[in-house]
Nanobody, 129 residues
Framework: QLQLVESGGGLVQPGGSLKLSCVTSGAPFYNYAIGWFRQAPGKEREGVSCISRLGFSTNYTDSVKGRFTISRDNIKNTVHLQASSLKPEDTAVYYC??????????????????????WGQGTQVTVSS
């Protein structure tokens, strides 16, 4: 059973940066694509970014392209999301999630059909002056 634990959230001013981390345990990390999702109050959960099993492919939702960077370390079983030039609309609880997949070069920002079977508890990101 894969477990995921997020950290790195907090309060930051507009234009600032945060580095979110997702540490996993309990199963071979390299078998999973990892996604970052967020949910703001009153809004639906949204796929933010994902990275394929070996890190060869990444995807970003349009609103964060050029500002967020996802990376993974398959030795340390960790995925990072570097969030820069943060805006108030980035305020949300950020979750990392794992998708078991046989594909080494794909990942999806969709989670509506149970693509991601394992989720962390979330970390709050608040962007405000």
């Amino acid at each position: 059973q894969l477990q995921l634990v997020e950290s790195g959230g907090g309060l930051v001013q507009p234009g600032g940066s945060l580095k979110l981390s997702c540490v996993t345990s309990g199963a071979p990390f390299y078998n999973y694509a990892i996604g970052w999702f967020r949910q703001a109050p009153g809004k639906e959960r949204e796929g933010v970014s994902c990275i394929s099993r070996l890190g060869f492919s990444t995807n970003y939702t349009d609103s964060v392209k050029g500002r967020f960077t996802i990376s993974r370390d398959n030795i340390k079983n960790t995925v990072h999301l570097q969030a820069s030039s943060l805006k108030p609309e980035d305020t949300a609880v950020y979750y990392c999630a794992a998708e078991w997949t046989p594909y080494t070069s794909r990942c999806t920002l969709l989670a509506d059909k149970g693509q991601y079977g394992f989720w962390g508890q979330g970390t709050q990101v608040t962007v405000s002056s």
